[in-house]
C-alpha cells in the first residue's frame, strides 16, 4: 500500500486512545473512573435537545450555506460581542463540526515547509499534529504558570513565522492568560505584522472567580489577523453535536468557506438548529454547570495535594488539574497506564500535550464528585504501595 509521505506525520490524541482502552475495561466488567477525556459528564439541556427534535420535524434536512445558517452565525457573533464587549460581524463566522475544524483550516491556510508555527507546550496535542501534517515546522513555547507567555512567544518568532497559536484557558493547565500578558502580547506583534494569531478560546465560558477570561478579541490592533475559535462542546456539554466555529479576519473568510465546502458541505441542519437555541436561549443551566465545576475542582485539588508525592495548584479555567508527580518516582506515562490497568482510573499523562509535560498528569473534573473521591482515593492507595515514599 502506497500512500502519501505526510501522513506519517500526522499525530494523535491519548485522550481519545485512553477513552477506547477506558471502555474496553469497563465492557469486562472493571469498575472505571473516567478523569481521562475532557467531556463534560451532564447532559445537553433539554431546550437544546427539543430545538433539535422541532428542526428534524420541521423539516430541516438538507444542506445550508457551508458557512453556517445566518440565525445560527448572527447568534455567535451576538454572543461574541456580548461576552468580549466587542463588535463582531457575523459574515465573518465559518460554523464547523466541532472547534478542531478551524485548526486544520488555519494549519491548510499558513502551513507548509519553510514555515514556523508556535504552538504551547504543554498544549492541545492537535496543534502540534496538524501543523506538522501542514508540512510547517511546530514551534513549542513553554507556559508561564500553566498559560501563554508573551515573552516566551515573542522570543520565538523568526521571519519565518506566519502563526502563532494561543489558548486561554489553556488545555491541559487550566491556566489563564491575564488582561497585562495579553496586552505585552498585542503590543510586541506590533512588530511582526505578518504574523497572524490563532486563538483558541474553547474553554472561555469556565472560568473560575476572581479570573477573568480576556478575549484577544478586544484587541483592535489584532483584528486584521486574528482568528478565534470557539464552539459549544464544552461550554454547552454538546462533544457530540460536533459544533464550533472560527471568526476570521476579513481577508480569510472566503478561504475559510471554500475549505468547508470542500471538507464538510455544511454542519448538520439540525444541530446548527439546536447550536441557536442553545445561544439564544436561557443561560442557567450553564451556570450552573459551571458552578459545579468550580465545586469540583476546589474537591479535587485539594485531594490531590495530600497525595504523597503529588503537588497540584488550583487551576483558573477549563476543568483539568494538572498535578505536578515527580514526586512520586514514576514517569507520567507510567503513571497514567498503571493506573488505569491496577486501579481502574483514567488519566493522561503530562507528555501527551508535548516534552514539557513531562512530571505532570492531567485529571480531568468533567466527573462527579463521587467518582473524583473515589479516583483519589484509589490513587493514594496504589502510592503508598508503590510510590517513592511507599
Ligand atoms: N481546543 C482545545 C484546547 C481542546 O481541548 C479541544 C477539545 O478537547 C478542542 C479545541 C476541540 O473541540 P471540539 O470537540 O469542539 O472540536
Redesign the pocket.
Known amino acids: 500500500m502506497q500512500l502519501a509521505a505526510h501522513i506519517a506525520t500526522l499525530g494523535t490524541?491519548s485522550?481519545f486512545e485512553v477513552l477506547a482502552r477506558a471502555q474496553a475495561l469497563a465492557a469486562r466488567g472493571r469498575p472505571i473512573i473516567n478523569l481521562g477525556i475532557?467531556q463534560p459528564d451532564f447532559a445537553t439541556p433539554p431546550h437544546i435537545v427539543d430545538a433539535a427534535c422541532r428542526a428534524l420535524v420541521d423539516g430541516h434536512h438538507g444542506y445550508t450555506p457551508a458557512c453556517g445558517i445566518p440565525e445560527l452565525r448572527e447568534a455567535i457573533a451576538a454572543d461574541a460581542a456580548r461576552r468580549h464587549g466587542v463588535d463582531v460581524d457575523p459574515d465573518h463566522v465559518v460554523v464547523g463540526?466541532?472547534?478542531?475544524?478551524t485548526?486544520s483550516f488555519a494549519a491548510l491556510i499558513f502551513g507548509g515547509p519553510g514555515v514556523e508555527i508556535l504552538h504551547p507546550d504543554p498544549?492541545?496535542p492537535?496543534y502540534r499534529s496538524l501543523i506538522e501534517f501542514s508540512g510547517a515546522t511546530a514551534v513549542p513555547y513553554p507556559l508561564e504558570a500553566g498559560a501563554p507567555s508573551a515573552a516566551a512567544i515573542l522570543s520565538r518568532i523568526t521571519p519565518r513565522t506566519r502563526l502563532v497559536i494561543v489558548?486561554s484557558p489553556?488545555?491541559p493547565t487550566g491556566g489563564v492568560m491575564s488582561p497585562e500578558e495579553i496586552d505585552a502580547l498585542v503590543a510586541g506583534l506590533a512588530r511582526h505584522p505578518d504574523v497572524f494569531v490563532l486563538s483558541?478560546e474553547?474553554?472561555s465560558r469556565l472560568v473560575f472567580a476572581p479570573a477573568r477570561h480576556t478575549s484577544l478579541l478586544a484587541a483592535e490592533a489584532l483584528r486584521e489577523r486574528l482568528i478565534v475559535?470557539d464552539?459549544?462542546?464544552?461550554t454547552y456539554a454538546m462533544?457530540g453535536w460536533?459544533?464550533?466555529w472560527g471568526i476570521w479576519p476579513r481577508a480569510l473568510v472566503e478561504v475559510a468557506t471554500r475549505l468547508a465546502i470542500n471538507l464538510y458541505s455544511c454542519v448538520n441542519a439540525a444541530a446548527q438548529r439546536a447550536g441557536v437555541a442553545a445561544l439564544t436561549g436561557p443561560q442557567e443551566p450553564i451556570d450552573r454547570m459551571v458552578a459545579a465545576f468550580a465545586a469540583r475542582r476546589a474537591v479535587i485539588v485539594d485531594a490531590l495535594d495530600r497525595l504523597p508525592g503529588v503537588r497540584c495548584a488550583a487551576p483558573d479555567g477549563?476543568f483539568y488539574a494538572f498535578a505536578d508527580i515527580t514526586g512520586t518516582g514514576h514517569s507520567a506515562r507510567a503513571l497514567q497506564d498503571r493506573w488505569l490497568d491496577e486501579i481502574g482510573v483514567a488519566t493522561i499523562a503530562g507528555t501527551a500535550f508535548g516534552a514539557r509535560g513531562e512530571g505532570h498528569v492531567r485529571f480531568s473534573y468533567a466527573n462527579s464528585l463521587d467518582a473524583i473521591r473515589d479516583a483519589v482515593a484509589r490513587i493514594d492507595g496504589w502510592l503508598r504501595l508503590h510510590g517513592r515514599h511507599a
Do not use: F, H, M, Q
Open positions: 490524541e485522550a475532557g463540526p466541532g472547534g478542531k475544524v485548526l498544549g492541545y492537535i489558548n489553556a488545555n483558541d474553547i474553554y475559535l464552539g459549544l462542546s464544552k462533544t460536533r459544533l464550533g477549563a
